[in-house]
């Protein structure tokens, strides 16, 4: 039994085997309806629940879709439902699901709450955001990369903006796969300091640029986000908009970059502000590819936690 917490925390030659195999996966189910269940259910019989305390489209639908197409069946939860949202500890739920259910995905806040799940759980808990990291995100960006460009060891990655949760998986990513990453946004937005400094120590090629100018030239990625995260105030938004106006990604970034640099966004992408519609629908954006990977690296994942 596995869990899937970070990406930092997962041998780098499982995280290989888990993208290679979700490619084999989507392959395998090339011109079949969305529906159809795989040729293989490896999850026949298996129960997976997915809590959510925050809101979500893509981590809803994927997780759900891609069990039933391994054979599985899914229950989703809202936190805020649950006795969870009500002072029971999550120790406590977590041993209880484990009598129930085969896999745990929960999206949460602090990833404290991850992390008792997984230690009280019985069963593999997979994360599904945290205000610190988004792992499962980033596995399905690098299968879309490497779908389009080939290995993204060497590569240059650029995070314009903030330097959130998805950045931090990104700085993960960059440890363990091997390319080289630019963070370019203003300094009150920094990534946190001990990813950082474990990037630093870990000898990951990771610069900071402020100049967004400067940091895209020669990027083979370039990657944006959100201004404002489901866990920051809305009393911040101004402030953070003030911030990171600079930092959107329009047609003159992208030109910056030159035409081969591929634009990325997890979404849900607020158009005209981090990123223009002429970037999100123009030629360079492979934003609904990584949408759609989610769906393929989620049942990678979910085979290697159960490993089935
Ligand atoms: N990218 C992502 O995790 O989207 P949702 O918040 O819709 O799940
Ligand atoms: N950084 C964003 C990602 C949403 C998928 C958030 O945490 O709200």
Redesign the pocket.
């Known amino acids: 039994m596995n869990h899937f917490l970070d990406i930092h925390t997962t041998d780098a030659a499982d995280l290989r085997h888990m993208i290679d195999h979700a490619q084999g996966m989507k392959q395998a189910r090339l011109g079949r309806p969305r529906g159809a269940p795989d040729d293989e259910q490896p999850l026949a019989g298996h129960m997976v629940a997915l809590i959510f305390e925050?809101?979500?489209?893509?981590?809803?639908v994927?997780f759900d879709v891609g069990v039933r197409q391994m054979g599985g069946e899914t229950m989703v939860l809202s936190g805020q439902d649950m006795q969870l949202g009500h002072g029971e500890t999550i120790g406590d739920t977590a041993r209880v699901l484990s009598r129930y259910v085969d896999l745990i995905m929960i999206?949460t806040f602090d990833e404290t709450v991850l992390q008792e799940m997984a230690e009280c759980a019985s069963v593999p808990v997979i994360n599904?955001?945290t205000d610190r990291s988004?792992p499962?995100?980033i596995m399905a960006d690098m299968m879309t990369f490497e779908e389009r460009r080939g290995p993204i060891k060497g590569k240059k990655v650029v995070w314009v903006g903030d330097g959130n949760n998805?950045f931090a998986s990104f700085l993960h990513a960059a440890e363990q796969f091997d390319f080289s990453l630019t963070f370019s946004g203003p300094q009150q937005l920094d990534p946190d300091r001990d990813y950082v400094d474990r990037a630093r120590e870990k000898g990951v090629d990771f610069t900071i640029q402020r100049d967004p100018w400067r940091a895209v030239e020669g990027a083979d990625l370039i990657v944006a986000d959100t201004w404002v995260s489901?866990h920051d105030a809305q009393s911040t938004r101004e402030r953070r908009h003030n911030l990171l106006r600079a930092y959107q990604v329009n047609d003159d970034l992208m030109a910056a970059a030159g035409d081969e640099a591929l634009f990325m966004h997890?979404?849900?992408a607020h158009r005209g502000e981090e990123v223009t519609s002429s970037v999100m629908d123009g030629p360079q954006s492979v934003v609904f590819d990584e949408?759609e990977n989610?769906l393929h690296a989620q049942k990678a994942i979910m085979r290697w936690c159960l490993g089935v």
């Open positions: 925050k809101p979500s489209t893509r981590t809803r994927s999206r599904g955001l988004h499962c995100q998805v489901m997890c979404l849900p949408a989610r």
